[in-house]
């Protein structure tokens, strides 16, 4: 699901966002599932069927590997452990964090073990060794840009490995994007079932085994709204961009969504949509926080109530490998016209988008796309890095990608900017889904007998200008951001004092400890 940060939000806006965390009550630092796997790892030799043994072993690797990433992407530097330990070893269970780089190459061990191990043949259910070869790429991506943006060593050598892994599975694992049907984007996310042609793997539903989820029920009553800031990274519909547009600033709503990337029109709510399933038109009534509603995820609307959705889930997914490889391979220097067309312009293909063009990319960058990413690596690769990041935005949208990417990239200062939405000129009637007829009506004194949605403004909309303006979301909600502290999480102080103090702080965090 979406977390909020530059390009959705929610209500509820978030701990990160809002300066909350604290070592007081951090709570994710619970090993008992590394405790799970270490401990199968270390009895698997009982299993005398070797087939089912091995396979079993590369789902452990695999496992180990992806509890180590999340730990590391949250706190840095982290205590390695790939054995049982119980209560006499004293030594290791109190001994203080190892070194980044010894963990993360640990990690990227597990993730070879498991690709060595893991059958090849395709489930959306099964950890597989296509699942083991995407989390490298996801994994070694996070590690290199990480290191990049800081200067720090070896950032080379994961982005290499991302770059290997990658044209290891475009090449060898026959996955290819889902192209079915006149909107494959949208379908891919509101299919009861995986659609397996791209989905690598899934967390399956089902309404006949009551395991269901509420997403679109969070989606409209947690009023998630797109961010201006997100939708101004669809290009136009002929390539073109947006912001070369005369005007495009004070765009109203159904001006800025005509004649756009398609899939704007398959992730937001823009004049002309139908949900699945129904037969008339819902106009933007303006629930979203921003004036811009979401519609990924969302299918029929008898499944838009509290869990009553059971579309599958997609945890890994082909579109992502190809991201992950484009953007190492710009990093790296090393990035081709070709590399781009069995990559990015795989996927501006399905969304009927003109090809991405690496000469032409890198000769002109998109001022606005630098005003974005200001810490973007100054290079000859500058354009197509940027490129690359606009196509990542749009395709990953609300996969839960967005924080990490913005955290990878070292950008952490854009989550402060303010979070507008559409732009309205002045109070009066609005025509939202362009069909001729006025349905949402802005006043701030009278509303007379207007039939249709209803917004006061400075009460039910808050606009930059008062009575004009773009829609100013959240904004009495202050963003904070420590550039050298809110990277990572704070370590526990209730940690820090059972192994007195070996556990150190991160950089920026105080604790009610006595210890440095």
Request: aromatic content about 12%; some cysteine.
């Amino acid at each position: 699901m979406a977390t909020n940060a530059d390009d959705n939000i929610d209500s509820e806006l978030g701990a990160v966002l809002q300066g909350q965390r604290s070592a007081a009550d951090e709570s994710g630092w619970n090993w008992d599932k590394l405790r799970s796997i270490n401990y199968y790892l270390q009895h698997s030799d009982r299993c005398k069927d070797m087939a089912a043994r091995n396979e079993y072993d590369g789902v452990a690797y695999f496992m180990r590997a992806y509890f180590y990433y999340v730990k590391v992407r949250r706190y840095g530097d982290v205590p390695w452990y790939n054995q049982v330990l119980t209560s006499v070893s004293q030594e290791l269970l109190f001994k203080p964090r190892d070194d980044r780089g010894l963990v993360m190459d640990s990690i990227m061990n597990d993730l070879d073990k498991a690709i060595r191990l893991l059958p090849a043949a395709k489930s959306t259910a099964r950890v597989t060794k296509w699942t083991a070869l995407a989390l490298k790429t996801r994994v070694a991506l996070y590690e290199g840009t990480y290191r990049k943006y800081r200067g720090m060593n070896d950032a080379d050598k994961y982005l290499k490995q991302v770059a290997e892994a990658g044209e290891t599975f475009i090449k060898e694992s026959g996955y290819k994007l889902y192209t079915t049907g006149p909107s494959p984007y949208r379908s891919l996310f509101n299919s009861l079932d995986a659609c397996t042609e791209e989905v690598i793997l899934a967390r399956l539903y089902s309404q006949t085994a009551n395991v269901m989820h509420g997403i679109p029920f969070a989606i409209k009553n947690g009023r998630q709204g797109f961010t201006k800031r997100f939708m101004n990274h669809y290009l136009m519909a002929d390539g073109t961009r947006y912001s070369d547009k005369a005007g495009w600033q004070t765009d109203g709503f159904v001006a800025e969504t005509t004649n756009r990337d398609p899939r704007m029109q398959q992730t937001v709510l823009c004049p002309g949509y139908i949900q699945t399933g129904a037969s008339k038109v819902t106009a933007n009534d303006l629930t979203a926080l921003t004036g811009y509603q979401p519609i990924k995820f969302v299918g029929e609307s008898k499944y838009d109530g509290a869990n009553k959705a059971f579309t599958d889930w997609p945890l890994f997914r082909t579109a992502e490998v190809y991201l992950n490889y484009a953007e190492a391979k710009a990093e790296l220097g090393t990035l081709t016209q070709n590399d781009l067309d069995i990559s990015i312009n795989k996927l501006r293909a399905r969304a009927k988008m003109p090809d991405l063009d690496m000469n032409e990319a890198n000769a002109t960058p998109d001022p606005l796309m630098q005003e974005y990413y200001p810490n973007v690596t100054q290079s000859t690769n500058t354009g197509v890095i940027l490129e690359i990041r606009r196509e990542r935005t749009i395709e990953l949208t609300m996969e839960g990608f967005r924080l990490w990417d913005i955290f990878r990239w070292k950008e952490g200062q854009q989550l402060t900017k303010p979070f507008y939405g559409c732009y309205f000129p002045s109070e009066g009637e609005y025509d939202m889904d362009a069909n001729g007829t006025n349905d949402l009506l802005l006043y701030t004194e009278d509303k007379g007998n207007f039939k249709g949605t209803v917004k006061k403004l400075g009460k039910d909309l808050i606009l930059t200008n008062v009575t004009s303006g773009n829609i100013h979301a959240l904004d009495k909600i202050k963003v904070t951001w420590d550039e050298n502290r809110d990277y990572l999480w704070p370590i526990p102080a209730s940690e820090r004092v059972v192994t007195g103090g070996k556990l150190t702080q991160n950089p920026g965090w105080t604790d009610s400890t006595n210890f440095d």
